[in-house]
């Protein structure tokens, strides 16, 4: 099945081939052989192939640098390589070389991607936040290449686009507001993000915490209609704040040594325990914090039975 890529793009074939259990190698002087880098892997490299079933070598370079100078994941190797295979569609159906850089900066290969970039968004072909960030990319990918001096002098009278700097406003950890001056460029895709509201948690998503009576209705439900497992799952939950990964990861000797190592707070009933890094309870990157856990949550699990009715009044 064609993608909108591929279908906006007539005239040309590329597309990405991925080699599975990819290990690269580097040329060994001393044993005049090519040698296995045994440290890195990918478990699916992308390899960007031309209309005329040749590798397009540029883009490899670069991601082959991704993978190995920077080690990032597969997922992120993968989302680049769609966006470089775009600019390679692009480069194909127009005939224009990767280097095609005249005086007047609008001819530019780099200025046209873009104007195709802004039509699709008005076809409703892009959304402009995919449009922003394929943009971004194909400029850096092109950054890397004059960096690396794959391009020579020659081949560079002109550049690619021009950098300019802006300011964006940050807040620091007092709340204070500030301008911070940042790298940007010409050919920058400006979008307007969805609004943000006062009772949204962004994570991943848009969520919306549960009213009073929401909670109500759902602790109800969970008496009459769940399994004790599933109860404790979420009751941890929703008094709590932990993920799904966390909680389903706690192990039987974190709660015994909650009650046989520690004494609850004094000031709000809890237990505290530590969680991700290296205490075998997951958390979203690994990172370490502190969780809450009220004292009569942690009777119910270990008990592994009762009634909660008269504890979330």
């Not at 569609?89 to 095609?100: P, Q």
């Amino acid at each position: 099945m064609r993608n909108k890529s591929q279908s906006y793009f007539l005239n040309s074939q590329a597309h990405i081939n991925f080699i599975t259990e990819y290990r690269p190698t580097y040329f060994d002087s001393v044993t005049d052989s090519f040698e296995q880098t045994e440290s890195i892997y990918c478990p699916r490299f992308p390899s960007l192939i031309k209309s005329d079933n040749t590798v397009w070598h540029f883009a490899s370079i670069y991601l082959n640098n991704l993978l190995i100078a920077q080690r990032k994941s597969t997922a992120l190797l993968e989302s680049v390589a769609s966006d470089l295979i775009d600019f390679l569609r692009f480069l194909e159906h127009t005939e224009l070389d990767i280097l095609y850089l005249p005086p007047k900066a609008e001819k530019r290969v780099t200025y046209q991607f873009h104007t195709s970039l802004l039509q699709r968004i008005r076809l409703g072909l892009i959304s402009p936040s995919t449009a922003r960030q394929r943009m971004n990319r194909i400029l850096r990918f092109y950054d890397f290449l004059i960096s690396e001096n794959v391009f020579t002098l020659e081949e560079l009278k002109n550049r690619p686009y021009e950098k300019i700097k802006t300011y964006v406003s940050c807040v620091s950890s007092t709340g204070d507001i500030y301008k911070k001056q940042v790298d940007s460029s010409n050919l920058k895709i400006r979008h307007s993000p969805r609004p943000s509201y006062g009772d949204e948690i962004i994570d991943g998503g848009r969520l919306h915490p549960l009213t009073p009576n929401e909670k109500n209705i759902f602790l109800r439900y969970l008496e009459q209609y769940t399994t004790r497992e599933f109860q404790l799952i979420c009751y941890m939950a929703l008094y709590t704040g932990a993920r799904l990964q966390t909680i389903c990861t706690f192990r039987a000797f974190h709660i015994k040594n909650l009650i046989t190592k520690q004494k609850p707070n004094s000031a709000d009933d809890t237990y505290t325990i530590r969680v991700g890094g290296k205490s075998f309870i997951d958390t979203k990157g690994c990172y370490e914090q502190n969780l809450k856990v009220p004292t009569w949550l942690i009777e119910e699990i270990r008990d592994g039975s009762g009634n909660l009715n008269n504890s979330y009044k």
